[in-house]
């Protein structure tokens, strides 16, 4: 015997296939650029190692290799911060989250350095949360540079503007609050990152650019041998007017200046010998923000203990065992087992705080930007 259909329930039947074959195909999830999440790596080894070197600086290559790492590092970080910020708005999304990845660790570890430096160091207890301690002022810079973000991609000759206002801000002294410094005079850096295209590196990808970026590496190195006894360090930090160093506005900026191109130009050579392909250590590139924010406990400790003072490290094999020791630490402190133990800490479930707003699915990348 032949079954009928029920036209009632065939003719609904027929509309949804119509509607679900005439429906869009959902967008599929946009993969993560390894060039980048491996550069992120790359780089927050290079601010390990560099705050493991700063009690050893009277060995020459301890002293040669902190200039050269503190010349560029930080700049890097912000650069490739600003290319991966490139698409954020005002939307109450972006901002949302922009509070919870940045505002939120920022009040915690202010808090958390501030109390291991009384607890640990035995200084005076100061909490302050508008003169950032330690490395927490690049959270707090990097949470105002992402809210300018609109603003640069807006307005004309963005990075002259912004090169003018770096300049501008060290012929006077703005004070500790807020890190205004560091916050204005790195601001080129960021909005260059934002006017780079993924075709401008490429030109970093070609064999010639490989090997002029380890001979200029390798070049600024040898010159910071003898550069590191002449220079005043305070330098590479960005946190001074030119009235702490006694120089004049003209000189100071020409200083400014300079150090600037010569940032970009070791940016330039650190990126170009930077895999492109997916490598052992890429996944780690996503996690930067645990090494970054936690190892500082770390290298607190060296300097509060007296560590980095024992004879044994202060010779040339006293610093390489410093180096290595950093990049191992540097290299745990993203992996796996590292972020589910201190996610809660580094990346705490503030959502509550808003409404309509769920967790984001991974946002462990926030030093160098959020998402590829």
């Given at each position: ?7 009632g ?18 967008r599929?999830?946009?993969e ?9 790596f ?47 708005t ?22 958390l ?10 200084n ?23 809210l300018?973000?609109p ?6 000759w ?34 260059l ?5 993924r ?20 070049g ?14 305070d330098w590479?930090y960005w ?22 191109v010569?940032?970009v ?29 936690l190892h ?10 007296g ?14 065992a ?19 133990t ?15 707003l ?6 462990r990348?926030?030093p160098?930007?959020k998402?590829?």
């Amino acid at each position: 015997m032949t079954q009928l259909s029920d036209p009632g329930i065939a003719a609904p039947r027929a509309v949804q296939a119509q509607q679900a074959a005439q429906a869009p195909a959902p967008r599929p999830r946009k993969e993560r650029d390894p060039y980048f999440d491996n550069a992120k790596f790359l780089a927050i080894l290079l601010v390990v190692v560099g705050h493991s070197l700063v009690g050893l600086r009277d060995v020459p290559l301890a002293g040669a290799a902190y200039l050269t790492i503190y010349l560029f590092h930080m700049p890097l970080f912000i650069l490739v911060t600003g290319y991966l910020s490139r698409n954020f708005t005002f939307g109450s999304g972006k901002a949302r989250k922009l509070v919870l990845q940045l505002a939120v660790p920022y009040l915690l570890f202010e808090f958390l350095y501030s109390m291991y430096n009384w607890a640990v160091g035995g200084n005076e207890l100061s909490l302050s949360l508008l003169d950032p301690y330690y490395l927490t002022w690049f959270l707090l810079a990097l949470f105002w540079w992402r809210l300018s973000t609109p603003v640069w991609q807006q307005i004309r000759w963005p990075l002259a503007v912004a090169v003018g206002i770096s300049l501008l801000s060290y012929l006077d002294d703005l004070g500790d609050e807020l890190e205004l410094h560091r916050t204005l005079g790195l601001l080129p850096f960021y909005v260059l990152g934002l006017l780079l295209r993924r075709e401008h590196f490429a030109l970093l990808h070609r064999p010639v650019a490989r090997v002029l970026g380890a001979l200029t590496l390798a070049g600024a190195l040898a010159v910071a041998f003898v550069a590191h006894r002449h220079m005043a360090v305070d330098w590479v930090y960005w946190k001074h007017p030119h009235s702490e160093f006694g120089v004049d506005h003209l000189t100071g900026t020409a200083m400014r200046l300079a150090m600037m191109v010569v940032a970009v130009v070791l940016i330039a050579a650190f990126l170009s010998l930077v895999p492109r392909r997916r490598t052992w250590f890429t996944g780690l590139g996503a996690a930067t923000l645990y090494a970054y924010l936690l190892h500082g406990f770390g290298t607190r400790l060296m300097t509060y203990s007296g560590f980095d003072d024992l004879e044994m490290w202060h010779s040339v094999p006293g610093v390489l065992a410093m180096a290595a020791i950093a990049l191992a630490v540097g290299t745990l402190l993203c992996t796996p087992p590292v972020v589910r133990t201190f996610r809660w800490l580094v990346e705490p479930d503030a959502g509550r705080m808003f409404t309509g707003l769920r967790r984001p699915a991974d946002s462990r990348n926030v030093p160098a930007g959020k998402g590829n």
